[in-house]
């Protein structure tokens, strides 16, 4: 039994489990917790897997582990090891992140900061609508962190008094605890450590800081002002730099904001570019218009005259150019700012009934063009069909039992890791 199973029990397996059964655990386990944009935690659950996948698919990195454990993982050297990647166990896992942390192990013995010297980012999405992102908006929020005691300068304790060496987990910051795998199979994992909360050291309850009460740490409240510029995107990202939550020792993360774009009623955006449509009547598609086509994200209305003579048919559009979203960073003048276009689509707008009653169906009839003929030449069978209105969204909805051979082939076509690409 491997003297820390931490790895395969993220990934669900035994400790005896066959290459095999890794790839198909994986490519299980990488379904259900794949990178989601709404779940932050479904992102970092999945680079924990991938990181625990490389290592256990590696034979000589899984036989470092399951030796020595993790901290096995640091004799090996830049001669390949890892998956042929010159490089040491936690700056591989930094590589696997993408520059993030994340991963539940740690490699080190002593507390403290971690090698990448900050503490976590936190990330907060921020809804915003294509008119913030056309016009640009300032966001006041009030934020709560935490900031390391003045008063004891992060040590916990008051005075002159020294922290003690946590006798339960002898400084490390953490401990063992079993885990169980499977129903004949145990592991064992690293936890922090529950009477130093992972810090390695404990204060005596007398001799605790009275402000922070031994936490370290207060929580304080700050006035935080976002700025975002015209044309931001959805998806962007509004660091603030170190004013994550403090930590005695750790340089503080980052707060990170990221911006989520609401759907849009009357625009669509790609790019620089914005796309709305607009509906004309039957008069105006086959006589032309001069009006203002649209009420622009910026409340201003965009006057449009068609040319004369030209009939207009439905999903005909046209492009105005510059009249899409500004681009970022052109100029410092919202009103001179380069922009992308604006193409709008057509919609024909057919008369009501109502209308259609209060005409003169024989004097409408000499103005339209002529029908098409009852007959279709060569063809000698005429059915009578039954005209019935539908529902477009019906289509397909009785083939349940119908099975594409092109869908089949898709499923067959997962095989091995490689359908979600570790970012």
Not at 92 to 119: I, Q, T
Not at 364 to 376: G, R, T
Request: hydrophobic fraction near 30%; charge should be negative.
């Amino acid at each position: 039994m491997p003297s820390d199973t931490s790895l395969y029990v993220l990934l669900g397996v035994s400790p005896g489990a066959s290459t095999n059964e890794i790839k198909k655990a994986y490519r299980k386990k990488a379904m259900q917790h794949h990178p989601n944009p709404n779940d932050p935690s479904a992102a970092q659950k999945f680079q924990e897997m991938a990181a625990a996948y490389e290592i256990l698919i590696d034979d000589e990195a899984r036989s470092a582990y399951d030796a020595y454990g993790l901290d096995g993982l640091k004799s090996m050297g830049s001669d390949g090891g890892m998956g042929g990647m010159a490089m040491d166990p936690e700056e591989f896992l930094a590589h696997l992140f993408g520059g993030g942390g994340g991963f539940p192990f740690s490699f080190g013995e002593e507390p403290g900061p971690s090698r990448r010297g900050h503490g976590e980012d936190e990330v907060i999405p921020i809804e915003v609508t294509l008119e913030d992102l056309y016009n640009g908006k300032t966001v006041k929020m009030t934020l709560e962190h935490e900031v390391v005691c003045s008063t004891c300068k992060g040590s916990g304790a008051k005075g002159s008094v020294k922290p003690h060496k946590c006798a339960r987990c002898d400084g490390k910051g953490f401990t063992f605890g079993t885990t169980h795998i499977d129903r004949s199979h145990y592991g064992t994992s690293r936890q922090p450590c529950p009477d130093c909360n992972g810090r390695g050291e404990t204060v005596r309850e007398k001799d605790r800081c009275k402000k922070c009460k031994g936490k370290r740490t207060l929580k304080e409240k700050k006035r935080q002002e976002i700025v975002i510029e015209p044309g931001s995107s959805n998806g962007q990202k509004i660091v603030l730099h170190g004013e994550g939550d403090q930590k005695p020792n750790v340089r503080p993360g980052d707060i990170i904001f990221v911006l989520r774009l609401q759907p849009h009623q009357s625009f669509e955006r790609s790019g620089h570019d914005l796309m709305t449509t607009v509906h004309l009547t039957l008069s105006e598609a086959l006589l032309g218009f001069s009006r203002v086509l649209i009420t622009h994200l910026d409340g201003r209305g965009v006057k449009v005259t068609s040319p004369k003579g030209k009939i207009i048919k439905a999903g005909d559009s046209i492009i105005l150019r510059g009249d899409g979203m500004p681009i970022p960073g052109s100029s410092h003048s919202h009103s001179s700012a380069t922009k992308g276009d604006l193409y709008v689509l057509f919609e024909i707008e057919m008369p009501t009934e109502s209308w259609l009653e209060t005409v003169d169906h024989k004097a409408l009839e000499q103005l339209l063009p002529p029908k098409k003929s009852e007959s279709v030449p060569g063809v000698s069978v005429v059915d009578e069909g039954r005209f019935e209105a539908a529902d477009i969204t019906a289509f397909g909805e009785n083939d349940e039992d119908w099975v594409d051979d092109d869908d089949e082939d898709d499923e067959h076509d997962h095989d091995g890791p490689g359908e979600c690409v570790h970012q």
